[in-house]
């Protein structure tokens, strides 16, 4: 029930469905993926990825070899959950960085 849920919410939208997962996630290139907050649980854990899902994918892909860029302003996660391999560069959903923000971010 819950991954047609996903995949309604979805729509068309690109999907990782590889080597047993259905993740809303994509390859950008390589080495990096874009994907949506994920949920630690709860109901949100219905229509988005779920944080472990996500931990498994990285840690069965990548190994220790990623980290996560959260660009939420409006939310954080523990930087614990991805063994403390995270870096938070907020600002608003459905809005661009600042420009210095952005310079940072690729540097």
Known sequence: MALWIRRKVSKKKRRYAEDGYDLDLTYIC???????????????????????????????????????????SERQYAAECFDNRTAWYPFDDHNCPPFDMLCKLVA
């Open 30 to 72: 390589d080495n990096v993926i874009a994907m949506g907050f994920p949920s630690v649980g709860g109901l949100e854990s219905i229509y988005r990825n779920r944080l472990a899902d996500v931990r498994k994918f990285l840690d069965g892909r990548h190994q220790s070899h990623y980290k996560v860029y959260n660009l939420c």
